[in-house]
């Protein structure tokens, strides 16, 4: 019995010595350290994303929570919402992204256009109007000085502008008074004062300064009388000639000049004949004293001087 006990005790301190054994720190194998440039390479994203710092955004002041009873509401809907997408993103996920398609730039275009296009409120679509050709003259002819003019529309039957033109000064020669006429009216008007009215006047005081104007578009009865049909004025087709500006300050009025200046006048007068479809002059009727009305009104016996 003593001996079974012994042989127990002996069994007992055999294999607690062997456990001591194997728990011993100096016997238990360490590895051993590896050397800085061989630790393993991360990815290439990782690094590019750790190169470039990822700020986050400020969240939204709706999803800051509010001091007092609603805090816990404000961070439950601030735990619901969708995290801000980070200012600065890493190269990584941007190299993801498509990059935007260049914009394409439009060549304008500077073509200049022949006619022009003027626009009237109320009026309907735009009209074209005699506006300068090539070369760049009012109704492609040199020597008119001005502009179209928009359409003047008017409740009067008959009346009425479509496309005309204001002009300001002929050949180099100023008018007292912008005129309003149609294209046709102003190369029939330019070549009166090149071919009649200059020549006429010759070096006269220094030669002529200015065209003297009393009218030209304006919706009327012929005469202004009432019930007569309607001028030419108020169609864009005439034009008065009240007298002639010479350089030296003297003015030739049609009313006082036709007796003292009779052969002057008379000479003009005449020159109009042909160019114009009417001429009435002092001698016509007691409503043309005081100036030279011409238009050019196409006549059915030609051309009417008077």
Known sequence: M???????????????A??????????????????????????????LAAAVPVRP??????????????????????????????????LAFA?????????????????????????????GPAKRLAAPGRSGALCGVPGLTGHPIAPIASRVQGCGLPDGVEVTAISGIPLSLPIQVDCGTAVAFKRWIDRGIVPAVGN?????????????YMCRPRNNQRGAKVSEHGRG?????????????QTITVLAGWKSDARL???????ACGTFGTVLGPKSDRFHQDHIHVDTAANRGGPYCR
Do not use: Y
Request: avoid cysteine; hydrophobic fraction near 50%; glycine fraction near 10%.
């Open 18 to 47: 062997g456990l001591a054994h194997a728990e011993a720190p100096g016997a238990s194998p360490r590895p051993v350290a590896r050397p800085a440039d061989a630790a393993p390479a991360p990815d290439a994203p990782l690094l």
């Open 95 to 123: 190299a993801l992204r498509p990059l935007p398609k260049p914009a394409v730039a439009r060549a304008a275009t500077a073509a200049a256009p022949r006619e022009q296009l003027i626009q009237v409120s109320g009026a």
């Open 237 to 249: 087709h005439a034009v008065d000639l009240a007298g002639l500006r010479l350089r030296n300050g």
């Open 2 to 16: 003593m001996r079974r006990a012994a042989g127990v005790f002996a069994l007992l301190a055999s294999l607690t």
């Open 204 to 216: 006269r005081g220094g030669g002529l300064a200015r065209i003297e104007v009393a009218g030209s």
């Open 57 to 90: 955004q400020a969240r939204p002041a709706a999803l800051v929570p509010e001091a007092g009873p609603a805090a816990g509401a404000s961070l439950a809907a601030g735990a619901l919402a969708p995290e801000p997408e980070p200012e600065t993103a890493s």
């Open 265 to 271: 006048l008379k000479a003009v007068h005449a020159s």
